[in-house]
């Protein structure tokens, strides 16, 4: 079984913290993957990594970074928090053309 | 641009009753469908999935079809259960893309008891 974990299930942080959100998977998967989720608006990729230190923007980069410094985790990280990064962060790895979900990560920014 | 569009944003059917879910996509270039299902507060599940090769593919209750001419995929479910109730999301991806997948909106199933 793929299992993809995320460091919390919830969080609240306030504007203008840096935020630090983990993912951990344990199948030596090479393709890691970040997305948001919002009503209305589907899943978004915010940034992939195709293996260790590589990192690729998707759709919707904007005030956040990635870091992957071993290949079974994926970091996601908030520079300064803002409010309209309210949402929910799902985190993805793949294995053939399957990408399989952590049980993601509902953050609340005040 | 919205590559991948869900119309519908809920769907109420019967329990018992064949559940169907549309997807419609603009890029030709997508050669790989998925089907994901989720409940609040988890990840998305992975569901069923389809190649461009195919027209269809079954597993248990669920049955993907893909239409290339029209652009368009369902998923029908088929008998439905209350367990059923979920987002749906479909998803594609090109080859070349490295598997970037690209989702559609989503649509709220209901299944009623």
């Known amino acids: 079984d793929v299992k993809v974990t995320q460091s919390s299930r919830y969080l609240v942080k306030r504007t203008g913290e840096k935020v630090f959100l983990e993912c951990v998977q344990d199948?030596?998967?090479?393709?890691m993957f970040w997305y948001r989720q919002d009503p209305g608006l589907g899943l978004r990729l915010i940034y992939f990594?195709?293996?260790?230190?590589?990192?690729e923007k998707g759709d919707i980069p904007e005030g956040y970074s990635v870091s992957r410094e071993k290949k079974e985790r994926f970091s996601l990280i908030l520079e300064s928090a803002s409010t309209n990064q309210t949402s929910m962060y799902l985190c993805?790895?793949?294995?053939?053309?399957?990408?399989?979900f952590g049980p993601g990560t509902r953050l609340l920014v005040l | 641009d919205q590559q991948v569009k869900q119309n519908s944003p809920s769907l109420s059917v019967q329990e018992g009753r064949i559940s169907i879910l549309n997807c419609d996509y603009t890029?030709?270039?997508?050669?790989?469908f998925l089907w994901y299902k989720k409940y609040p507060a988890e990840g998305p599940t992975f569901l069923i999935s389809?190649?461009?090769?195919?027209d269809k593919n079954e597993d248990g209750r669920f049955t993907v079809f893909l239409n290339k001419s029209a652009k368009h995929l369902s998923l029908h479910i088929v008998p439905s259960q209350p367990g059923d109730s979920a987002v749906y999301f479909c998803?594609?991806?090109?080859?070349?893309?490295?598997?970037?997948?690209?989702f559609g909106e989503g649509t709220q199933l209901t299944v009623n008891p």
């Open positions: 890029n030709s270039m997508f050669d790989y």
């Open positions: 199948m030596d998967h090479e393709n």
């Open positions: 389809i190649s461009s090769i195919k």
């Open positions: 998803a594609a991806s090109r080859e070349t893309s490295g598997s970037r997948l690209t």
């Open positions: 990594s195709y293996d260790v230190k590589m990192k």
């Open positions: 993805a790895s793949r294995i053939h053309e399957t990408q399989y």
